[in-house]
């Protein structure tokens, strides 16, 4: 009688230091977290689109490439024919000017038709100069836009190479980080716990025959020992931001218990969780976030005592921090 009394106080605690509201800002954080999660996948498959769209930019500016060269050897040809009509026509126009000369006292009529021909060839000789300048000028624009389209090409594949060695560095750190703690986890292997990667985070799942006996937030003996291997691990990773979800089956919790549901009994195990974590003080709490999933994430639906078993977890999710990433990205 005298435990049950005591187990009753103990209860009654642990509901009065979780009130509604910070359960409701719990929820309001996982929510938020969950949208930041959804943003990142967006912003992932945002990144992709812009890498080939920058690629086919790429393929654009070389063609434009190879046709200012083909326009280029065009140019320049016509430059040259240019400048030898120019040069005979300035041979003509000098041979027309001795005529001219030596003419000056003779008949009139044929020094008029000699000053309409120097006249002709002067006006031809300015419409070539004209034009000759006309293709330099052409030319000299064609220098520029090439020398802007290569600038711009070079721009945009240095932030391309920078956003793809970013996301190369953060996948090998969450690779690095999942060897770590499967490696300082190694010795839970078949006790119900395991490590995995997907979606550029590290998922650490212990199922509750490692952490809880049943119906119970307070975890076993070698539960608290694998999360202390595995804080001391993030202890040596700050940069990385760590998610704590708590789990249940669907079976309702029992009659008479200080908790309400399920809701109840997946957060507090969370909480139960984060504190084990916090105990070396070498992990900063705002580097935590917790949630309770209650019993509407199962991993097996089937209406076994397995498939209850594997429901039953606490999953530590490892996230990097992207915020680098964004930071390149607000760039465009």
Avoid at 124 to 150: F, Y
Wanted: net charge negative; hydrophobic share 40%.
């Amino acid at each position: 009688m005298r435990k049950s009394i005591i187990f009753a106080l103990l209860a009654t605690g642990i509901i009065a230091c979780v009130p509604s509201n910070q359960f409701r800002e719990a929820e309001n954080k996982r929510s938020e977290l969950q949208r930041d999660r959804d943003e990142v996948f967006a912003e992932n498959e945002r990144l992709t689109v812009e890498n080939r769209e920058m690629k086919a930019m790429i393929d654009k500016v070389e063609e434009q490439q190879e046709k200012f060269v083909e326009d280029s050897i065009r140019l320049y040809g016509q430059l040259e024919e240019a400048r030898e009509e120019i040069a005979a026509m300035s041979r003509k126009y000098n041979d027309l000017q001795e005529t001219h000369d030596a003419l000056l006292r003779g008949n009139a009529r044929e020094t008029r038709r000699l000053l309409g021909e120097l006249q002709s060839a002067q006006e031809d000789l300015a419409r070539k100069q004209q034009m000759l300048s006309d293709l330099e000028g052409n030319v000299s624009q064609q220098r520029q836009s090439l020398t802007q389209l290569r600038a711009e090409l070079e721009a945009r594949n240095a932030r391309l190479m920078e956003l793809e060695d970013m996301l190369q560095r953060k996948d090998q750190l969450m690779n690095d980080l999942r060897q770590t703690v499967a490696d300082a986890l190694l010795g839970f292997e078949g006790q119900g716990l395991t490590v995995t990667q997907k979606n550029g985070k590290v998922y650490v799942s212990l199922q509750n025959k490692l952490l809880f006996s049943s119906g119970s937030t307070v975890v076993d003996a070698e539960g608290q020992r694998a999360l202390r291997q595995l804080a001391a691990v993030l202890a040596q990773n700050p940069d990385i931001d760590i998610m704590i979800e708590g789990h249940t089956d669907d079976v309702p919790v029992r009659r008479g218990s200080l908790m309400e549901d399920n809701w109840d009994l997946s957060v507090l195990r969370a909480t139960s969780i984060v504190r084990i974590l916090l105990e070396a003080r070498s992990i900063e709490p705002q580097r935590i976030t917790v949630a309770g999933r209650g019993e509407y994430m199962p991993v097996d639906n089937a209406d076994t005592p397995e498939a209850r078993a594997k429901n039953r977890r606490t999953e530590i999710i490892l996230s990097p921090d992207l915020d680098e990433l964004y930071r390149i990205l607000e760039l465009d």
